[in-house]
């Protein structure tokens, strides 16, 4: 899992700020090969786009990343996460959920800022040294 990691949006929002400790992390990991994209994330940083450089800077990145997609059965297992969590209290957002469905699926680690996604069983976060 050391080097198959679902970046989540919180985290290539950093990315795209100078300066971030975060955003420098994910350089090093796109160098070794080891950032993944699903299509909420793609959909979170579409949304957000400014210009027509910025999308071009932004597709240049996310053309080339491994892709983990979702299938029926794998919607199936979302909506099990999701009551799985809410019987124990948790309501997260259902893009977080589906997030985390495919990387347990897909076995990646979620580089993320949103400390919601370490309740969410089984599944690995990706941590740096701070």
Not at 20 to 45: K, P
Not at 69 to 92: A, Y
Not at 95 to 112: P, R
Request: glycine share 4%.
């Amino acid at each position: 899992m050391k080097n198959r990691i679902l970046v989540d949006t919180s985290i290539w929002i950093e990315f795209f700020r100078p300066r971030s400790y975060s955003g420098r992390h994910v350089e090093i990991l796109l160098v070794n090969n080891a950032v993944w994209t699903c299509g909420m994330v793609i959909f979170e940083i579409f949304k957000g786009i400014k210009s027509e450089d910025e999308k071009s800077t932004i597709s240049g990145i996310f053309d080339i990343l491994p892709y983990a997609e979702m299938t029926k059965s794998l919607w199936k297992r979302t909506s099990e996460l999701s009551i799985h969590l809410r019987k124990k209290g948790l309501d997260l957002p259902n893009s977080d959920i589906l997030i985390a469905t495919l990387a347990l699926e897909h076995k990646l680690a979620v580089f993320t800022l949103d400390k919601h996604f370490k309740h969410i069983p089984g599944l690995k976060l990706y941590e740096t040294l701070s």
